[in-house]
């Protein structure tokens, strides 16, 4: 009888894992950053930090412009930081257009993968050595059968200031 209890609930204990394991959120969308160019930059000196989407098979992201009343734009915000500051206008690659039968608008999104810039300026009196770009990107990832949650995910970019301008 013993036997049977401990069997019945390491069973129950292996069922339970393997439910909470499979409704682990979805995550369609992976994020890496980096500067460009990788070399060390200096006070006042202008790059750009790419940002990199890879969306699996079947999902979109919807693009840095949409029209009143779609879904949530593609938004990227540099954090507060001692470091850099924006310095011109956030670009990406081309999304496509077409019209979303969800909201009956036509909408901008991307499938697979994108790049975002941002051109950023080092500020002159930063640190020097090695430092760190906090980076939010808020996005919206859909399938043809569901969208998620808005969503925002926090990368770092390493860079390295060097002294001088």
Known sequence: MKFL???????????LCTAGAAQAPVQPVQWEGLAVPKTPVKHGSRFAV??????????????????PGGPT???????????VQIAGTTSGTTPIKKQDPSFELETQFYTQSFTVHIPLQVKQHSATGKQ?????????????RTCLPPRTAHLSIPIEVLAGT
Do not use: K, T
């Open 50 to 67: 790419e940002l990199s989407a890879e969306i699996q098979n079947g999902w979109h992201v919807y693009g840095l412009e949409q029209v």
């Open 5 to 15: 209890r401990i069997s019945f609930g390491l069973a129950l204990g292996l069922f």
């Open 73 to 83: 734009p593609l938004r990227v915000a540099l954090e507060e930081n001692d470091a």
């Open 132 to 144: 760190s770009i906090p980076v939010s990107v808020r996005f919206q990832a859909c399938s043809d």
